[in-house]
T-cell receptor
Framework: EAGVAQSPRYKIIEKRQSVAFWCNPISGHATLYWYQQILGQGPKLLIQ????????DSQLPKDRFSAERLKGVDSTLKIQPAKLEDSAVYLCASSLISGEQYFGPGTRLTVT | KQEVTQIPAALSVPEGENLVLNCSFT??????LQWFRQDPGKGLTSLLLIQSSQREQTSGRLNASLDKSSGRSTLYIAASQPGDSATYLC??????????FGTGTRLTVIP
């Protein structure tokens, strides 16, 4: 069974530029999550989708971050404009409606 | 809001030792608890998931316990190996399966 796929794996941008990350969850998983992991910390949930609806986006900085999950499968997370403090690993995870979450390899973002 | 704490932050042990990693959480209204492993520069690998109705879960040399009433979980690793070196994270979901993570324990097993 294929796992959660993410791309790109690495991205370096300058501050004030925009960037987008892509995630393809495990087939059949209704729920998709985006987490931000800053160096030395545990991951923090940014947004949770169930099918193509948002369940929780309370910790998403909506002035610069946006996410969508069209057709309830793939998802994209966008940052515009990026700040230095956005440097982190962005992890995508998926699960059935609830229960065990499976994580992708992450995208490491460096903002200079 | 759920808060998860992991102690110790770092641990070094010689190969072959048994060890225990600790995780505590503030909101006991969880329906499961997950332990993950993270290698440098990599994503998270799920190790064990304990349902709230369970007390223990075992996989190979790993054993995780859960005590909801005291807000604690432990991960026991038997006969540690250099390949076990990684950061171990525990996470407790509340509400709509939102995982709250600790900051992890960085384990080094010395050959």
């Amino acid at each position: 069974e294929a796992g959660v796929a993410q791309s790109p794996r690495y991205k370096i941008i300058e501050k004030r530029q925009s960037v987008a990350f892509w995630c393809n969850p495990i087939s059949g998983h209704a729920t998709l999550y985006w987490y931000q992991q800053i160096l030395g910390q545990g991951p923090k949930l940014l947004i949770q989708f169930q099918n193509n609806g948002v369940v929780d986006d309370s910790q998403l900085p909506k002035d610069r971050f946006s996410a969508e999950r069209l057709k309830g499968v793939d998802s994209t997370l966008k940052i515009q404009p990026a700040k230095l403090e956005d440097s982190a690993v962005y992890l995508c995870a998926s699960s059935l409606i609830s229960g065990e979450q499976y994580f992708g390899p992450g995208t490491r973002l460096t903002v200079t | 809001k759920q808060e998860v704490t992991q102690i110790p932050a770092a641990l070094s042990v010689p190969e072959g030792e048994n060890l225990v990693l600790n995780c505590s959480f503030t909101d006991s209204a969880i329906y499961n608890l997950q332990w993950f492993r993270q290698d440098p520069g990599k994503g998270l690998t799920s190790l064990l998931l304990i349902q709230s109705s369970q007390r223990e879960q075992t996989s190979g040399r790993l054993n995780a316990s859960l005590d909801k009433s005291s807000g604690r979980s432990t991960l026991y690793i038997a006969a540690s190996q250099p390949g076990d070196s990684a950061t171990y994270l525990c996470a407790a979901p509340t509400g709509a399966n939102n995982l709250f993570f600790g900051t992890g324990t960085r384990l080094t097993v010395i050959p």
